[in-house]
């Protein structure tokens, strides 16, 4: 391992992988250090992507790492009712465990240099600036200097706060995630993604199935913080309640945080930046975080090639990024935040209320900060009137 770099990125997740290639095809030295074993595994996500997203990352959706095809979704409130999202652009189930590898290889062929094995413990400043960062690696302390240090070391990211972000979470801030892959278990059609509302299901959260296949699919619940049982207590329980998913196995069994909210005013210091999970970069209504990882990979290697090519790498120069950042992603994630501390207020029969009065592209339009029509909505029952409130 060499002893100086101009960007160092902690985590080889996807945030910090499209960081590096990104950086590394501007010509910059790029090191990833992941301390994982394995990239991409064990994952921690239900495996959705817009077809649009993985155009991003320069995918078309025929790389092997596609497991199915999805062509809408279906929301089920907690009466049963149903309401079909549209197609809209297509998207797919992907497997983690190879389409981070793929997006790692990507990186590592634009020229960035990646370890694995690296577990990265503190930073190095000099003169009160970040510099560097420790690691262990085969056994061995190392201290690597970088010109920019960036974490997209995911959601437990405690290098932000190590450089001194309040990038820690709360409650608030925090769903827990867990979720089963079952293999042999009925899905009515295996092209479409399934959502399931209610909040003695899946407090402040919802339960999802979504297609690896047609008899395979990643079952997974994300709950809010509200009381001492867990999100597998939840999802088993609902599991137990459907009789085509418990006749089925589990193959893989995986839990993680998922951030929604609490977005960070300002994501850099001097020589410092933070992406991706790190950064609560994730749509707080779904907790998609691949698309926004890669948005914000973008802009951040814009803005650290200029600052690099420059030589002025400052919190002044890097604070572009926020601008850029909260311009383009978080003003509206912002409103989609709102809206789910709405959510955590209705009940189960106000809930039910959606069925008839939106449809699935209104639903689209929510998660994408566009409130206009529910609030309209709102605003003609009189028990939601009093929360509009909530949504300015
Ligand atoms: C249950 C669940 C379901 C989800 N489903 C979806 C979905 O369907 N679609 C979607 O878009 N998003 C989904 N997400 C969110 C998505 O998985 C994350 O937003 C995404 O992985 C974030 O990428 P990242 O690179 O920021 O972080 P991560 O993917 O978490 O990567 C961070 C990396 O940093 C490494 N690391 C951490 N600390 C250190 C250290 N000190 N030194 C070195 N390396 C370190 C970690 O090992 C890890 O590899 C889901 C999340 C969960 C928990």
Known sequence: MEQKYDIIIIGAGPAGTVTGKLCAKKGLKVLILEKRPEIGAPKRCAEGMGQPDLERVGYTGKERFVTQEINGGIVITPN????????????????????????????????????????????????????????TYNGEQKDIYGKIVVAADGVESKIARIAGLPSGN?????????????????????????????????????????PKGSHIANVGIGIGNCDEKTAKYYLDKWIASKPGISKGSIIEENSGGIPIGGFLDSMTKDNFLAIGDAAHQVNPLHGGGLAEASFSAQIAADVMNDAIKSNNTSNIALDRYNKLWWEKRGNNLKKVEKLVHLLERITDSE?????????????????????????????????????????K
Request: no cysteine.
């Open 80 to 135: 049963g009712g149903t309401i079909e999202l549209p197609p809209r652009h297509g998207g797919y189930i992907i497997e983690r465990k190879v389409f981070d590898k793929f997006l790692a290889y990507d990186a590592a062929k634009a020229g960035a240099k990646i370890y694995t094995k690296a577990h990265v413990f503190d930073l190095i400043w000099t003169n009160n600036k970040i510099a560097g960062v420790k690691l």
């Open 170 to 210: 709360t409650l608030k801030t925090l769903e827990s995630g867990y979720q089963y892959e079952m293999a042999n278990i009925e899905i009515a059609d295996p092209h479409k993604i399934y959502t399931y509302l209610g909040n003695n299901i899946a407090p402040r959260g919802y339960i999802w199935v979504f």
């Open 351 to 391: 809930m039910n209320l959606t069925q008839s009065s939106f449809s699935g592209q209104d639903i689209i339009n929510l998660t994408e900060g566009k409130l206009h029509h529910l609030i309209k909505i709102m605003l003609k029952n009189p028990r939601l009137a009093t929360l509009v409130k909530y949504l």
